[in-house]
């Protein structure tokens, strides 16, 4: 079985400021790890994915994250916040070898403000 | 085309009609799923396809729902009887497999009244 929280349905920060969107994650086996974005109207677009290796992986738009398994973590970081960047932010999980469904966490609404 | 297409974008029907949701997935990917996001809720996994493997349907919430895709092609969600509960946004996602991540259409929003 595999599940995905994300700390906080709402994050507020102010344009300059640095992004933390949090995510656990439990997983009987090794995990593959991906973060989501959805700005409204759209649909769901791939930010980045851990997989196997390196455990910062960074991704579009300045976003990166850091696999860290004593913390069964996968935490969302951008240095300075944009308005732009004003979306929803979702963290999923799936089982490694196998090419099953992700879960999703709840998701984290982020706002930016001036 | 370059990315995963739904079709209606907008659906407003009738408790009680059947609804039919169309997915056209990218060429060449193998995988195909379909979501339901409620409003303010996560995703909610609903059925998986992979090549001309049987489906795995165990997200599917009632009998009341199915889904079928021909070969690597089309897919087409249907919802018969729908109630009100059923209204959400379904989203459909294609992968070429293995793990390389999906790519989400912009999804299908259904309000029963």
């Known amino acids: 079985a595999q599940s995905v929280t994300q700390l906080g349905s709402h994050v507020s920060v102010s344009e300059g400021a640095l992004v933390l969107l949090r995510c656990n994650y439990s997983?009987?086996?090794?995990?593959?790890l991906f973060w989501y974005v959805q700005y409204p109207n759209q649909g769901l677009q791939l930010l980045l994915k851990y997989t196997t290796g390196a455990t910062l992986v960074k991704g579009i738009n300045g976003f990166e994250a850091e696999f860290k398994k004593s913390e069964t973590s996968f935490h969302l970081t951008k240095p300075s916040a944009h308005m732009s960047d004003a979306a929803e932010y979702f963290c999923a999980v799936s089982r490694s070898g196998s090419a099953r469904q992700l879960t999703f966490g709840s998701g984290t609404q982020l706002t930016v403000l001036p | 085309g370059a990315g995963v297409s739904q079709s209606p974008s907008n659906k407003v029907t009738e408790k009680g009609k059947d609804v039919e949701l169309r997915c056209d997935p990218i060429s060449g990917h193998t995988a195909l799923y379909w979501y339901r996001q409620r409003l303010g809720q996560g995703l909610e996994f609903l059925i998986y396809f992979q090549g001309n493997s049987a489906p795995d349907k165990s997200g599917l919430p009632s009998d009341r729902f199915s889904a079928e895709r021909t070969g690597e092609s089309v897919s087409t969600l249907t919802i018969q009887r729908t109630q009100q509960e059923d209204s959400a946004v379904y989203l459909c996602a294609s992968s070429p497999g293995g793990q390389s991540g999906y790519t989400f259409g912009s999804g299908t929003r259904l309000t029963v009244v």
């Open positions: 997983s009987s086996v090794p995990p593959y």
